[in-house]
């Protein structure tokens, strides 16, 4: 489980960074997908999983 929420958080950011650079006028969407990379990295941290 702990693998695939790591997965989760990299497929989130790497979508991220596409989306801004490739199509900057989808910016809600890319957002979005910034917002739940960070939420799931605070969850890792509050629940004191390992990076």
Do not use: S
């Not at 979005?32 to 999983?49: E, F, N, P, Q, S």
């Amino acid at each position: 489980m702990r693998d695939l929420l790591w997965l989760i958080i990299v497929i989130l950011i790497i979508g991220w960074l596409i989306g801004y650079f490739a199509f900057p006028a989808i910016g809600n969407l890319i957002h979005i997908l910034l917002v739940l990379a960070v939420i799931a990295i605070l969850y890792k941290i509050i629940t004191g999983r390992r990076l």
